[in-house]
């Protein structure tokens, strides 16, 4: 499946952004969707997940409560509603597809083009 991100941009520190991951090839349906996120300088973590009919989801720490994933497999698609933002969430957001969750980004041999958030204080 492949696998497009945008929605990113620049915005300033409470704003909030939604991102979406626009799926071809093959239909979500079959998987559990995820949002990484890569900051200048470090490296690639996991950012939220969730469960191939929707019914789980799974945050990082760092986004509890503030970020909010969801999926339309209807329109093959999934979201990132990402509020109150901090510079800290400053990177690049990328989505992935796995039959399983899994958090761990080493696991992923292909990896789609990202989209930037850049959040100012």
């Known amino acids: 499946v492949q696998l497009q991100a945008s929605g990113g941009g620049l915005v300033q520190a409470g704003d909030s952004l939604r991102l979406s991951c626009a799926a071809s090839?093959?239909?979500?349906?079959?998987?559990?969707m995820h949002w990484f996120r890569q900051a200048p300088g470090k490296e690639r973590e996991f950012v939220a997940a969730?469960?191939?009919?929707?019914?789980?989801?799974y945050y990082a720490d760092s986004v509890k409560g503030r970020f909010t994933i969801s999926r339309e497999n209807a329109k093959n698609t999934a979201y990132l509603q990402m509020n109150n933002l901090k510079p800290e969430d400053t990177a690049v957001y990328y989505c992935?597809?796995?039959?399983?969750?899994?958090?761990?980004?080493?696991?992923?041999?292909?990896w789609g083009q990202g989209t930037l958030v850049t959040v100012s204080s």
């Open positions: 992935a597809a796995r039959s399983t969750v899994e958090s761990d980004s080493r696991r992923y041999e292909h």
């Open positions: 090839g093959r239909t979500i349906t079959n998987y559990a």
């Open positions: 969730i469960s191939r009919n929707g019914g789980r989801t």
